[in-house]
């Protein structure tokens, strides 16, 4: 499987920087071609400067959220249909920051991924554990649960991803080790199985949380990691290209 290396830029940086880092990417991805597939999530008033910056580069942008419906009274959102329109291929849904900031649950992000998936988007569906939920030794029913409770019953092989972020790992500094990884991107993979059959098979399994230059390598070959959601990492474009070239040929 491909791997896809995405960059949730979160809510920092300037019109000014944004434009540096998109003609920082774009020179690389022209200079070699990445091994992967490459995504940039920058700020919703960004999109349009991505869309304008990176189009014909290969290099793919998206959103960091969307609403449930497709437009109305809903102040300060974003609809899907219009991430489509400014050619987004992806949108992030259930991030942990709009699950503990905003107090989103399963059946919300279950709303917002059929809504991505409505305008054709690719939902990344994002889950994950606190720390104290790990210390009870909870981790894996809690990512169970939240899969079970978070993907629409539209999500398939080619229209969903699942990001595993445990919340304990984002920008802390502290990433899971492989072998805590291994065991719920295994965990991940058989539950989407058993619930999509083939199409489970087929679903790209991020892993996030503090991923950097150093440590893109080893994480990216943990067995069921078909690649990464970067977000400290990614504002930096020497590192995040690292990252990039270090998911498997
Ligand atoms: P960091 O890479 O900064 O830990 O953030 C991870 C994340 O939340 C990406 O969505």
Same mark, same amino acid.
């Given at each position: 499987?491909?791997?896809? #290396?995405?960059?949730?830029?979160?809510?920092?940086?300037?019109?000014?920087?944004?434009?540096?880092?998109?003609?920082?990417?774009?020179?690389?991805?022209?200079?070699?071609?990445?091994?992967?597939?490459?995504?940039?999530?920058?700020?919703?008033?960004?999109?349009?400067?991505?869309?304008?910056?990176?189009?014909?580069?290969?290099?793919?942008?998206?959103?960091?959220?969307?609403?449930?419906?497709?437009?109305?009274?809903?102040?300060?959102?974003?609809?899907?249909?219009?991430?489509?329109?400014?050619?987004?291929?992806?949108?992030?849904?259930?991030?942990?920051?709009? &699950?503990?900031?905003?107090?989103?649950?399963?059946?919300?992000?279950?709303?917002?991924?059929?809504?991505?998936?409505?305008?054709?988007?690719?939902?990344?569906?994002?889950?994950?554990?606190?720390?104290?939920?790990?210390?009870?030794?909870?981790?894996?029913?809690?990512?169970?649960?939240?899969?079970?409770?978070?993907?629409?019953?539209?999500?398939?092989?080619?229209? =969903?991803?699942?990001?595993?972020?445990?919340?304990?790992?984002?920008?802390?500094?502290?990433?899971? =080790?492989?072998?805590?990884?291994?065991? #719920?991107?295994?965990?991940?993979?058989?539950?989407?199985?058993?619930?999509?059959?083939?199409?489970?098979?087929?679903?790209?399994?991020?892993?996030?949380?503090?991923?950097?230059?150093?440590?893109?390598?080893?994480?990216? &070959?943990?067995?069921?990691?078909?690649?990464?959601?970067?977000?400290?990492?990614?504002?930096?474009?020497?590192?995040?290209?690292? #990252?990039?070239?270090?998911?498997?040929?």
């Amino acid at each position: 499987m491909r791997a896809l #290396i995405a960059g949730n830029w979160k809510m920092n940086g300037l019109r000014a920087d944004a434009a540096e880092r998109f003609a920082a990417f774009r020179e690389r991805a022209a200079a070699a071609t990445p091994p992967c597939d490459v995504l940039i999530c920058p700020p919703a008033p960004l999109i349009a400067d991505a869309a304008a910056a990176l189009a014909g580069s290969g290099l793919l942008w998206g959103g960091q959220d969307c609403h449930a419906e497709d437009k109305g009274a809903f102040t300060g959102d974003v609809a899907a249909p219009l991430l489509a329109d400014l050619g987004c291929s992806h949108v992030i849904v259930g991030h942990s920051e709009r &699950r503990g900031g905003h107090g989103e649950s399963d059946t919300v992000i279950s709303a917002k991924a059929a809504a991505a998936h409505r305008a054709g988007l690719v939902a990344i569906v994002c889950l994950g554990e606190s720390a104290e939920e790990r210390a009870q030794g909870r981790a894996a029913a809690v990512v169970a649960s939240q899969l079970a409770g978070s993907l629409p019953p539209s999500a398939d092989g080619a229209n =969903t991803v699942v990001a595993y972020e445990p919340i304990w790992a984002i920008g802390t500094g502290n990433t899971a =080790t492989p072998a805590d990884v291994a065991e #719920i991107h295994g965990l991940l993979r058989d539950e989407l199985e058993s619930r999509l059959g083939e199409a489970g098979t087929a679903v790209r399994l991020l892993y996030g949380g503090s991923v950097n230059a150093a440590n893109a390598h080893e994480l990216l &070959r943990v067995p069921h990691v078909n690649g990464a959601l970067v977000g400290g990492a990614s504002l930096k474009p020497g590192d995040f290209w690292t #990252i990039v070239e270090a998911a498997p040929h």
